[in-house]
């Protein structure tokens, strides 16, 4: 089929690319079949109205999306990649960061869970296991509810590299339950790839020194790819690291990466920190090389092809300090950037491009700011944020209700209570925080950002706050 059956089909298309990102041109015949199938689901056969479906109701919209693409994944899926984390990247940050520095880690687009898990069993097999900090993201509710139970059948556990997380599962019958403590490593939450909001401090989508976005790329359009490659490069620190697919389509006319070639793959580096060996090459005859060398050579020899540099540095007010955070500066052009003013505006936006480069430099900041500017909600909300990020909740819950004492319309506030009620097991609580940002946010127009949000939309942050409330499955 080289054509849809009926026009309106077309249109669903559209929708889904509007709304995801997914690129469904090159695959009609299946994409048509698969909607079909989800419409028969919702009691629809006219396309249009499943399109005023799918624009009211997430979940039809969770359930197409999950028929459109495929949920290949399983424990320790490309075993090469998790290798090169263990041995190059890891000692490189500690290198770079210091022996104590706890790891921020993002598995985008991490379907039901497997990856994450495969992360938090490898840094607890490397001793590291209460030093990472793990947000694990997708866009479908019902891949993320099963992510949370961490129920597993034995074709999560195919590859050749699935017996690593065997020490982790008790068998439950035919399946496999993996352990309390794995579980707890991961924080679950739900957003789309494909729209722009992230990074973002106040979603914890920021200063990553690791990303894997694998097997996901390869469904967006060329622009959506574009995009996302540009938020993934501001979403990693200094020095940070982010590892696609061996599928996935090249990054590196997208962003200013240092592309690595190692016999285990290809990696993007933020530049920054320790440096690597230059070759002159371009990225397609570095992979090239590698692929002699894998024939040739004993051993795997490191490439980095020529990047283009950018500024990484802008001058006064909150906006730019964003942009600093999402660039890497360094902690003098920080400072220079906020002699110039006073007052907790000021203070709020040094903690938060700090974040990005010292963490422990920010903590101090922030708690000296919170108490020389004890009514400003915005700096008790970075300190709230900087406590989540340690893993510390009830510290982080105490700062954030702090936080809504001071204002109680702060949605953002709410919501992330909620992500700290619901890391600590207080569902209830979760249900209660999500619904007042979802209810806040409903009170105001859907383009208007919400404060703290760094761009976040009073639209966008009520849509995830119900996907979440839709994933607690709890009575409101």
């Not at 399109?51 to 899926?77: I, P």
């Not at 000692?91 to 898990?117: K, T, V």
């Not at 579980?183 to 920021?206: C, H, K, M």
């Not at 893993?391 to 809504?404: C, I, K, P, S, Y």
């Amino acid at each position: 089929m080289t054509t849809w059956t009926q026009s309106a089909f077309e249109v669903v298309a559209n929708f889904v690319n509007r709304r995801s990102g997914l690129s469904l041109a090159t695959c009609q015949e299946s994409a048509e079949q698969g909607m079909r199938r989800a419409m028969a689901r919702a009691g629809i056969d006219d396309p249009l109205q499943y399109v005023d479906r799918l624009d009211t109701d997430e979940r039809a919209l969770d359930d197409l999306l999950t028929e459109l693409t495929v949920g290949e994944t399983y424990f320790f899926r490309e075993p090469a990649h998790f290798q090169f984390i263990q041995h190059r990247i890891v000692p490189e940050i500690l290198r770079q960061r210091g022996s104590d520095h706890a790891l921020r880690i993002w598995s985008a687009a991490c379907a039901s869970g497997e990856e994450a898990y495969s992360l938090a069993i490898l840094f607890e097999q490397i001793g590291l296991g209460d030093r990472i900090h793990l947000t694990a993201t997708d866009i479908s509710r019902a891949a993320l509810t099963k992510a949370r139970h961490g129920l597993y059948s034995a074709w999560s556990l195919r590859g050749d590299g699935a017996c690593a997380a065997f020490p982790a599962l008790t068998p439950v019958g035919k399946n496999y339950r993996l352990d309390e403590n794995t579980r707890r490593r991961a924080q679950f939450s739900a957003l789309n790839l494909a729209l722009d909001v992230y990074p973002s401090f106040a979603t914890g989508i920021w200063g990553m020194d690791l990303i894997l976005c694998r097997n996901v790329l390869i469904y967006f359009d060329k622009e959506t790819v574009r995009r996302t490659a540009q938020r993934l490069y501001q979403s990693l620190t200094v020095g940070g690291w982010l590892i696609a697919a061996s599928a996935d389509p090249p990054l590196w006319d997208h962003a200013p990466f240092e592309v690595i070639a190692d016999l285990d793959g290809l990696f993007y580096r933020k530049p920054g920190g320790e440096t690597v060996r230059p070759v002159k090459t371009t990225p397609a005859l570095a992979v090239e090389e590698v692929r002699r060398a894998a024939v040739s050579e004993p051993e795997a020899t490191d490439a980095a092809v020529p990047r283009l540099m950018v500024p990484a540095r802008a001058e006064g007010g909150l906006d730019s300090a964003r942009l600093a955070l999402r660039d890497g500066v360094d902690t003098g052009s920080v400072q220079g950037s906020v002699d110039s003013e006073d007052g907790a505006e000021a203070a709020a936006r040094q903690v938060r491009v700090l974040a990005n480069l010292d963490p422990a430099a920010a903590r101090t900041l922030c708690a000296q700011a919170t108490g020389q500017f004890p009514l400003s909600a915005e700096l008790h909300f970075l300190n709230a944020m900087l406590w989540f990020d340690r893993g510390r909740n009830d510290e982080a819950a105490n700062a954030m209700r702090r936080v809504l004492y001071l204002d109680r319309t702060l949605a953002i506030a709410h919501f992330t209570l909620g992500a700290i009620l619901r890391q600590r097991g207080d569902a209830a609580g979760a249900c209660r925080a999500y619904r007042n940002a979802r209810n806040l946010c409903g009170c105001r127009p859907a383009d208007e950002p919400v404060p703290f949000g760094e761009g976040e939309t009073a639209g966008r942050l009520a849509e995830i706050a119900a996907a979440e409330l839709a994933l607690l499955d709890l009575p409101e």
